[in-house]
């Protein structure tokens, strides 16, 4: 039986690659922050099958501790402070955890468990401000946040871990993902909470930013087997997982709205509150190498993605009136 340490194991990837690693027969050990208030609701469901640790990837001690009590074979490291918008009110702090907090993973790794694979949780966001079209693991960086630049930080350390140590690490160049179990702070899923909301007459506007911005938006759940692949491979490597169509956020909010038979300009305000310092337009990823060597394929499309989204969200707040 394998053993696999995920950090970041109650966010929205975190839960869903427990559960496809619980699948495969492994034994799934999750890093969990101390809080003053639980929030295990996207693991509430497999609390009985894994084994959680307390740490923090900005605490050296607590990852050696976590490295040497789990022993694991495969180390996921999707902990960060993954929202943008909050990276510029906390530029240190998102430096700290996102970029700087990678280091201290790798190296509690090389000190505990060198044989182990490692994968790194790089961003899209890396890309920034549009070098090439799409973008592709050859594509230049030009971070336009600190969550981006905290994060290339992150992606070259394990390429340097990778060369130095010759440790098994990899990066997955992921672009945005989402899922039911996203935050609510993501474009996504705030505009499919709102959605609901409106439609059962709870929420009477939705106060949204720069509705120009492309993504190139998939599910979670399709993007989590491409991590576990990847540290199936014979030799590390890098990939881009993506799926190759991009959209603008003013097309996530007419999808949305359109599931539920509204319009969506009877509701949106804009609001400067939610204009980022710098923005990244478009981001169009290219997945063919993860297509070509992973065998990885994206499979829930931007309509189904919306309308899984939209339908969960409507399934809470059916009745709350
Ligand atoms: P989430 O924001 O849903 O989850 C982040 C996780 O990190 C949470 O479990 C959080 O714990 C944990 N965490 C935060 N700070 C620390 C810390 N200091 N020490 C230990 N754990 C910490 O992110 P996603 O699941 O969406 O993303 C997973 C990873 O992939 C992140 O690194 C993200 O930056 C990256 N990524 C995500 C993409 C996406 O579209 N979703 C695309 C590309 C990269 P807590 O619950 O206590 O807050
Ligand atoms: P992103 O995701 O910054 O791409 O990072 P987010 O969903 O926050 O924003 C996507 C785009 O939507 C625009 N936007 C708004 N965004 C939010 N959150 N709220 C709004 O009201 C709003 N209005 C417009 C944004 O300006 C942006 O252009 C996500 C995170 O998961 C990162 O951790 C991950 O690395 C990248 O995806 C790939």
Not at 50 to 55: A, D, R, S, Y
């Amino acid at each position: 039986m394998k053993t696999a340490l995920i950090t970041g194991i109650t966010g929205q990837d975190g839960s869903y690659l427990a559960e496809l690693l619980l699948e495969k027969g492994y034994k799934v050990y999750g890093l969990v922050r101390r809080t003053a208030t639980q929030n295990e609701e996207n693991i509430a469901h497999l609390k009985k099958e894994i084994e959680l640790i307390t740490g923090d990837l900005c605490d050296l001690p607590s990852l050696l501790a976590a490295l040497q009590e789990a022993k694991p074979d495969e180390v996921y490291n999707l902990a960060a402070q993954s929202f943008v918008g909050d990276s510029w009110s906390q530029p240190t702090y998102t430096a700290e955890v996102t970029g700087v907090g990678v280091l201290n993973l790798l190296e509690a790794v090389r000190q505990k468990v060198s044989h182990a694979r490692f994968y790194q949780a790089s961003s899209s966001e890396m890309f920034g401000k549009v070098q090439e079209i799409p973008q592709s693991e050859h594509t230049a960086f030009y971070p336009r946040s600190p969550y981006g630049a905290a994060k290339v930080f992150g992606h070259w350390i394990t390429v340097n871990y990778r060369e130095s140590y010759n440790l098994f690490a990899c990066s997955g160049i992921l672009f945005n993902h989402e899922s039911p179990r996203r935050g609510l702070q993501f474009v996504t899923r705030k505009v499919t909470d709102a959605v609901a909301r409106i439609a059962c007459g709870l929420q009477k506007e939705l106060r949204m930013g720069n509705l120009d911005a492309r993504r190139d938006w998939g599910f979670a759940g399709d993007y989590v087997k491409a991590m576990y692949l990847m540290l199936q491979q014979e030799q590390p490597d890098d990939y881009v997982i993506a799926t190759g169509k991009t959209y603008t956020v003013k097309h996530l909010v007419e999808t949305a709205f359109r599931h539920v038979g509204l319009s969506w300009q009877d509701y949106v305000v804009i609001d400067p509150k939610f204009i980022r310092p710098a923005e990244v337009d478009l981001l169009l990823g290219n997945p063919e190498k993860a297509k070509q060597q992973l065998h990885w394929e994206p499979e829930v499309s931007f309509e189904q993605l919306v309308g899984m989204m939209v339908e969960s969200d409507l399934k809470k707040y059916k009745g709350k009136n």
